[in-house]
């Protein structure tokens, strides 16, 4: 059979593969561009952008039974339509994915090809029932939910399909207290689930430092969200009258808990099982991840990895980041590299936490002499006057250099003010240059400053 030749291919249309086809295309590069299930990926159609769009929704609904805090008294009775919160999601997702579609559509130098793509041979794809060959392929196929064993037969949810649900869960019971685990939970919980989270390890978000685990803990729990920690879920049961019940193998609580709906949140899985990475010889771990350099090469030259299933990163910054390394390397002639990259994230629980560099755990692991900062939200007078004094701000600083290693904004606009914080890191510049700025009065970051201050030694 004929093989159709390339410049480049590009297998997954995610949040770097998708740039990376428009900016080939700019520059004049041939390139077959394939998509298996919705253009824009997973933040676009099942990730960030719908879950935002849902946390907005709960945080209405929130505002809309709290007045009363703030001396506005709202009637009683505010309902959350889950159709429409769907509709509203459905469209702000439509609206980007069509202007994808038209931008493939009329590009002459992509060729796009709907269906799942595979390694037939060196540098060989089949598609479709075609071959195509290309000198570089960059694989950008992200990943999908971890299903663990023992939920055969249940009709559990994941973050693809809780999405399309249009009536409110009675009782969603979650599997995984991590970043979608958390997310997913309060919004529903805000909408008018019950919700139980169910975690195997001692605490939530176990990355993080546990005074922030336990923030978040708390105040979820204040909301009404029921935790079972350090609890194993070993397997799920379809009930005939629809429930799902979870066996839990648990210190504490009963061994298994009945509720309508499930949602599994325990991991994601990169969708490199079916790529017959071995035809071409390229090597992922035993996770799956595929291997690349510091330039996101794979063991096979020409072929690269973007994204998720590098497991360099597991966020859409870091695989549009990785678009923007092998872009500007390839154009621009720049050098950059994943290492030049500083981790950060945002939890978007409400108040929602903002993340930067290593936590304290991670330096204190690394050998660094700490320096701590922190202030409570309940300390910031723009948080008081807000009536959103939940959580704090800290930074750690290398007591050598006087650098910030590592910062946590959790709390009102937390996903924001981080970026300042952020920012001084990409500079390279010492704490000292912000604490001695003037920022703003009255907001949240004008006490940035004033927490620098007052250092404390980290034992
Ligand atoms: C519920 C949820 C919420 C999230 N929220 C955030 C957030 O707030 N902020 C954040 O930064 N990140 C968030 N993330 C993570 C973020 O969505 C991912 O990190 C990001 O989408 C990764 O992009 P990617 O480019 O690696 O690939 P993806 O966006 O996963 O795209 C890969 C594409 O490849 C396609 N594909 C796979 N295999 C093949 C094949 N063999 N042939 C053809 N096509 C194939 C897939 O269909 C998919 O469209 C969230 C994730 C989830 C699940
Ligand atoms: N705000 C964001 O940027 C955002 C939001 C959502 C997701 N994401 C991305 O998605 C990734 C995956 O998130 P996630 O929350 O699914 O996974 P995760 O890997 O972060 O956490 C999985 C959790 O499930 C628990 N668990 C595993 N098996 C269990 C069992 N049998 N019983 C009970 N608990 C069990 C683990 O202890 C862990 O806490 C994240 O790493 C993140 O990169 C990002």
Known sequence: MTKLQFDAIIIGSGQAGTPL???MASKGKKVAFIEREHLGGTCLNVGCTPTKTYVASARRMWDAQHGEELGVMIPNGAKVDLQKVKARKDALIKGSVDGI?????????????????????????QVNGEQLTAEEIYINVGGRAFIPEGFEGVDYLTNQSILQLEKLPEHLV????????????QMFKRFGSKVTIIERGPGIISREDEEVSEHIYNFL???????????????????????????????QGPPEITGSHLLL?????????SLNLEATGVQSNQRGYIQVDDYLQTN?????????CNGKGAFTHTAYNDYEIIAENKFDGKNRKVSDRILTYG??????????GLTKREALEKGFSLLEAKRPMSRISRAKEKGETKGFMSAIIDAKTNKILGASVLGVGGDEIISSILNLMYADAPYTIVRDSVQPHPTISELIPTMLEGLTEVS
């Open 300 to 308: 096979v030259e020409g072929i690269y990895a973007l994204g998720d």
């Open 21 to 23: 086809a428009f900016k």
């Open 101 to 125: 579609t038209a931008g493939v559509e009329k590009n002459e130098n992509i060729n796009f090809f709907k269906g799942e793509a595979s390694f037939s041979g060196h540098k060989t794809i």
């Open 221 to 251: 729990k204040d909301e009404g969200i029921d935790f079972r920690l350090n609890a194993s879920c070993l397997s799920g049961r379809q009930n005939a009258d629809g429930t799902i019940t979870v066996k839990v193998d648990c210190e």
């Open 174 to 185: 979650i599997v995984g207290g991590s970043y979608i685990g958390l997310e997913f939970g």
């Open 265 to 273: 949140a325990v991991g994601r899985t990169p969708n490199t099982d």
């Open 347 to 356: 939890l978007f629980v409400d108040p929602p936490l903002g993340r930067a």
